[in-house]
């Protein structure tokens, strides 16, 4: 799907295809990326890179044109991995800008209603860029709330679990800390190499640059609070998990042994030798009696002992 955004005290979409509008790219069909290859002959290099899932954020430049590449978080469908990170490859030259990504997010659609609202006005290239790399690190916070939520319900269901599904669960959390981590730190690389640039230092809004530095620096140790944390919380519950089974298996055991008494007592005097209760018409009672007496005495024993 393509879509063009003037500016006008806010981003908004327009029919007119001409340059000096953002034309923003997400899944391109075949129509689109030979719309982006050969008419606006955006570099094929670039292109390639940015299909590339696993592309880490970094600038380059080729013909006058400039690649900047960012990370920016989405919620997956995937249950084993429910957030993620993909590549927003933002290419330009002159007076065309294009922003090209091949996974479905909800941040570049929320940057636009949010410029709107705001009435944000982009000065230029590098501006925009700026502006969507702040957004990306707002979208990494507002996901880490969501994860902290999991975090908790996963937490309750582990205090009396002694099933590792809980425990996957946190696992594939684990995971997708991961690669916040990996991609906010990339990102922030990229935003002081940005800012370190010679030709467009003086051209950078300093409250921007404020911000963005602001927000990178909260996501990351955001993330990397969580991901402390939930390493020491899965090894606690793993400890939990494994003592829980613990107890369940010493009082199956103790059961055991409380029914083994009547069983051994009935054995010996279910035997075809003589004993003195043979010909006794109370015998059965009796030996009813020893056997709930033993018994008894053991569940006492056990209970005192905390075996029970």
Known sequence: MITFYKNNDGLFQTENKKNNCWINVVCPTEKETQFLLEELQVPEAFYNDIEDFDERPRIETENGWCLIIIRIPFKSNDVKLPFNTAPLGLIFKDDVF???????????????????????????????????????????????????????????????????????????????????????????????????????????NPDLLEDVEIELRQAEETTNVYSNILTGMMDAYASVISNNLNIIMKKLTSISIILMIPTLVASLYGMNVPNNLQGNPYGFWIILLISSGISIFGVFMFKKNNLF
């Open 98 to 204: 294009v922003s090209l990504c091949f996974q479905e997010t909800d941040m570049l659609s929320d940057f636009v209603l949010y410029t709107q609202r705001k009435k944000i006005t982009v000065s230029h290239h590098f501006d925009l860029v700026l502006k969507l790399l702040l957004s990306s690190s707002v979208w990494f916070q507002k996901y880490l709330k969501h994860i902290n939520q999991r975090i908790k319900q996963a937490e309750q269901n582990l205090e009396k679990s002694i099933k590792n599904e809980e425990l996957q669960a946190l696992l594939q959390i684990e995971k997708c800390l991961v690669f916040f981590i990996t991609s906010l730190k990339g990102n922030d690389i990229l935003f002081h190499r940005i800012r370190n640039l010679k030709n467009h230092k003086e051209t950078f």
